[in-house]
Every structure is written in C-alpha cells, then in structure tokens.
Nanobody, 124 residues
Framework: QVQLVESGGGLVQTGGSLRLSCAASGRTFSSYAMGWFRQAPGKEREFVAVTSRTGDMTTYADSMKGRFAISRDNAKNTVYLQMNSLKPGDTAVYYC?????????????????WGQGTQVTVSS
C-alpha cells in the first residue's frame, strides 16, 4: 500500500508559478513511477507529467512542455511539479499517482494509487 498526500495548491494570477508536492508513505517509493494528472470541472481527467522510478525519464503532455517540470526525491519519498507561466486553463484539481510500470504511463488506469488532490486556481 502507498498513501499519497498532495500539497502546494492555491490561487495564483496568470503568469505566476506554483510548486506542488506529493509525499508518499512506505518504504517502496522508488518502486513506482510517479505521475501528475489534473481534472477541471466538467472535464475528464488529463495526464500532466510522469517521472520514472529513478527520475531518469520524464514525459509531459504537449500543453505542459516548457512550462511544467516534474522531479522526485527518493530519499524524501516526494515528487514535485513545478508549474510556471500558469494560465486560467490550468485551473483544476491536481492529483499525484503511483504506477508499477518503470516509466509510468499516460493512462490513469496504469496507476494503482492516487492522492486526494490539491486545487490550483489561476485567475485572469
């Protein structure tokens, strides 16, 4: 079992930045690829980014490339999402998730564990 707790969400103006954190319980954090997803009201859940078990591989959704950066610290059992140049369209609940696949996946169904989410609101 892995428990995930996100933090760092909040209200920010267009063009601003936020850094999300996701802390994992347990001693097997490095056994999981870690992904970030988001869901806006009335929309389907959307892939944001993923980092492999060791952090040597990262993948981003096209709309986040160059603005968002995912990283992890296996010694701290934590994965981060640095979000820059935020836009109102980035407003959503952001979730971290853990996948047994080495490099993770775009598909939320490949993730076994999910956090409760943290709200990000970008004002215009």
């Amino acid at each position: 079992q892995v428990q995930l707790v996100e933090s760092g969400g909040g209200l920010v103006q267009t063009g601003g930045s936020l850094r999300l954190s996701c802390a994992a319980s347990g001693r097997t954090f490095s056994s999981y690829a870690m992904g970030w997803f988001r869901q806006a009201p009335g929309k389907e859940r959307e892939f944001v980014a993923v980092t492999s078990r060791t952090g040597d591989m990262t993948t981003y959704a096209d709309s986040m490339k160059g603005r968002f950066a995912i990283s992890r610290d296996n010694a701290k059992n934590t994965v981060y999402l640095q979000m820059n140049s935020l836009k109102p369209g980035d407003t959503a609940v952001y979730y971290c998730a853990a996948s047994r696949y080495y490099a993770g996946s775009y598909n939320g169904q490949d993730y076994a564990y999910w956090g409760q989410g943290t709200q990000v609101t970008v004002s215009s």
